[in-house]
């Protein structure tokens, strides 16, 4: 089974930076997709930022121009950068891994999640 492990979250003041790693392991597989979702107190999951494994990407209009997504294949290790975080930032961010496993079977796994706190 696909296992996803996530670190560099934190305690940040506004305008400062953070950069979140989401590394995945355990058996064999292709990366399709790597996504970054948060998720903030009595709010909706969201997609925050989207890279294929040829290297398209897509963000939140909240967070373009602020946070880079980035992809290595050879880690299976996708990377968010995050700077002049706002306190709204504030979340408990996921990455999700789209993937295929043997015989050509789909799949998707999460991320236990990351908490990034961004005081005023």
């Known amino acids: 089974q696909v296992q996803l492990v996530e670190s560099g979250g934190g305690l940040v003041q506004t305008g400062g930076s953070l950069r979140l790693s989401c590394a995945a392991s355990?058996?064999?597989?292709?990366?399709?997709?790597m996504n970054w979702y948060r998720q903030a107190p009595g709010e909706q999951r969201e997609l925050v930022a989207a890279?294929?494994?040829?290297?398209?990407?897509n963000y939140a209009n909240s967070v373009k121009g602020r946070f880079t997504i980035s992809l290595d294949n050879a880690k299976n290790t996708v990377y968010l950068q995050m700077n002049s975080l706002k306190p709204e930032d504030t979340a408990v961010y996921y990455c999700k891994l789209e993937g295929i496993r043997s015989f050509w079977k789909t799949f998707e796994s999460w991320g236990q999640g990351t908490q990034v706190t961004v005081s005023s």
């Open positions: 890279i294929s494994s040829a290297g398209s990407t």
């Open positions: 355990g058996g064999t597989f292709r990366i399709n997709a």
